[in-house]
């Protein structure tokens, strides 16, 4: 039986009196069933308690770490859950919410019992989503009852999907050797998303101009992520081995026998030894930077190695100190003796983020708001959290409204057609195809409820593909939709917008910072930035809400408040000259011990500095 037959969940007709037997079944077998049933689709589609779901993925994430984590390391003495914390983690969120909606359908409620698998079908897979390169890892059902206890002589691990995609990956075993004409360096910086570039480019260029050199080096693996070369005397761009991110193979350490120990999972009884033989699908499989394989990591390791023994320099700086290849760069400084500064490149909520840890030494957050979940999250003892706003934002008091109006009402009215009296910028994440749907629903169909004459045009996440939203450019009905170069992104066309809509885009700061309204959309409980209570969005869950909330825009705005501001952000103009000053002062000072958590770095800037460079 193949993965795609599979239709749902029966319960054994020629089950015993006793302990009932449930059994995944094709799609034909449901529509004759006679006992209690339910389609995996409406299991899949069940609401889960997020609390409920991110304290069972903590019990389990303990259990792994205390049964496992010393089966494979790098020979720098990383241990494998721990740099590959992350999509660890967001795998076995994944189970525990297929366990948890398991519970929530009463006939497995109220007479639980094993579960029988499919046969032929894969253990693990990959769910949809609209992101050009991230692996959505996902268990299948036939993997929760193998974690259950079910026999699977029949099932290959990884599903059909990633069995294509590891045959059509070919892999050079050779390293590439390492270049001869690296320098010494002041400081080195790691990037693999646009985003991250952006957050420390203005900090490099502010080093460069107190004598600092700079290395950055590239590697991203999505040819729209990577860097271009710059113009700036003293930073030099390195891209990563074209080899690196292609490796994968067997971690002989994660595939075990069955054994006696468990992790207990509201009621359900899973098996360690088993789950780590299917996480090490994950660790096995090359999905580039942002999911790389455990052979990728060690050899990266051994790069970063190479390069800060040759460089050596004061300061590793990162935007990401969390994902793998972050995680490996603050445990490879802190071997070499470098002071590692984390510069946070996206809003943080206390549920936002994966795994609630920070790595590096000095930690750059945003805004007021970020202090506390910065202290709570630091893992070194002698981390130190600075509040300094955000580099990248600099720049908006320059940004062209104008210019990104005449661009917005090109997309909606080419050729000189009649342009909507108002536009909206919906600025995406990728999302499954699904939630995009539904997110793209709520507000096309409030924007033709609004008063006034709406259009919208779609900026897309930067790892986003544009063709996820083909579908609704093609409607007839109103309002006009148009979709932004992913090159332009929601920063280079918010400025000009009438309103600015999204779940949790650090672009709905950028919009609050100029001025401009924010709608945070989603159903009732959805996650989202929570700028509405600080006063800086509206928070809307129905058609109505967003209806109501753009029928509201007015041309003149209300300032407001900068308290509320800066505890989002503290937005002056001089975040990157800040943060290159603690860095330039923390390499000329003695390392030391201290323990406090600063709310800025320097001399504090007076009402009178606002908005000026301090340096």
């Known amino acids: 039986m193949s993965a795609r037959t599979i239709g749902g969940l029966i319960r054994s007709a020629s089950a015993s009196a006793g302990e009932p037997t449930w059994a995944l079944v094709g799609s034909g077998a449901l529509a ?16 889960v308690d997020r609390q409920e779901l991110r304290a069972c993925a903590e019990d389990v994430m303990v259990a792994l770490e205390r049964y496992g984590a010393s089966f494979a390391s790098t020979p720098g003495g990383a241990d494998w859950l721990h740099v590959q914390h992350v999509p660890v983690r967001r795998f076995v969120a994944e189970i525990v919410r297929k366990l948890l909606a398991l519970n929530a359908w009463e006939p497995f409620a109220s007479a639980p019992g094993p579960l029988a698998l499919a046969p032929y079908e894969g253990l693990v897979g990959l769910r949809s989503n609209s992101s050009r390169e991230y692996l959505a890892y996902t268990v299948s059902w036939s993997g929760i009852a193998y974690l259950l206890g079910a026999a699977a002589p029949h099932n290959p691990t990884r599903s059909a999907q990633l069995r294509n995609r590891a045959r059509a990956v070919t892999v050079n075993t050779e390293p590439s050797p390492f270049p001869a004409n690296v320098r010494r360096q002041d400081v080195l910086a790691l990037t693999w998303t646009s985003r991250h570039a952006a957050t420390l480019m203005p ?75 299917l996480l090490s699908v994950l660790l096995e499989t090359s999905g580039g930077c942002t999911q790389p394989s455990w052979r990728t990591l060690v050899r990266a390791e051994n790069w970063l190695d190479d390069m800060l023994s040759t460089t050596r320099p004061h300061t590793v700086l990162l935007s990401n100190d969390t994902s793998p290849l972050g995680v490996l760069a603050a445990h490879a400084a802190e071997r070499h003796g ?20 920070l790595h590096s030494r000095d930690i750059i957050v945003m805004g007021d708001r970020d202090l506390a979940l910065g202290r709570a999250w630091v893992r070194r003892p002698e981390a130190e959290v600075h509040v300094l706003g955000q580099p990248r934002f600099d720049v908006l008091a320059g940004l062209g409204r104008q210019a990104q109006r005449r661009y917005l009402e090109k997309l909606l009215a080419p050729g000189g057609r009649r342009v909507p009296t108002r536009i909206a910028v919906w600025a995406c994440q990728p ?79 950028e919009a609050a910072l100029l001025g401009v309204p924010v709608l945070e959309i989603g159903p009732p409980g959805e996650r989202t930035l929570d700028l509405a209570g600080h006063g800086l969005a509206t928070r809307c869950d129905d058609t109505g809400g967003v209806a109501e909330a753009l029928s509201e825009v007015r041309e003149a705005r209300t300032p407001i408040p900068q308290a ?52």
């Open 32 to 47: 004759h069933a006679r006992t209690d049933h339910v389609h995996t689709a409406e299991l899949e589609a069940t609401a």
């Open 203 to 277: 900090v490099l260029v502010e080093l460069t101009c107190d004598g600092q050199a700079s290395l950055l080096l590239d590697l991203a693996t999505d040819p729209a992520e990577q860097c271009t070369a710059g113009s700036v005397a003293g930073i030099e761009l390195r891209s990563a081995p074209s080899d690196l991110f292609t490796l994968s193979g067997t971690v002989e350490g994660l595939h075990l026998p069955d054994d006696e120990h468990i992790v207990r999972i509201k009621g359900h009884s899973v098996q360690l030894a088993r789950l780590v033989g």
């Open 338 to 357: 470098a002071n590692s500064v984390h510069v946070q490149h996206g809003a943080w909520t206390a549920d936002s983020v994966a795994w609630p840890a």
């Open 431 to 509: 999302f499954s195809p699904d939630h995009l749907k539904s997110h793209a629903g709520l507000l096309l169909d409030g924007l033709a409820k609004a008063d006034g004459d709406w259009g919208l045009v779609i900026a897309p996440h930067p790892a986003q593909g544009a063709d996820a939203f083909a579908s609704l450019v093609k409607r007839d009905d109103r309002p006009l939709v148009a979709v932004a170069d992913p090159r332009v992104g929601a920063r280079g066309c918010l400025a000009g917008a009438d309103a600015l809509a999204s779940a949790y885009s650090t672009c709905g700061i």
């Open 564 to 615: 509320a501001l800066d505890a989002v952000c503290r937005w002056r103009g001089d975040s990157a000259a800040r943060i290159a000053r603690l860095i330039t002062d923390r390499a000329a000072s003695v390392p030391g011990a201290g323990d406090s958590i600063h709310q800025d770095a320097g001399a504090a800037a007076s009402p009178q500095d606002e908005g000026a460079s301090v340096r």
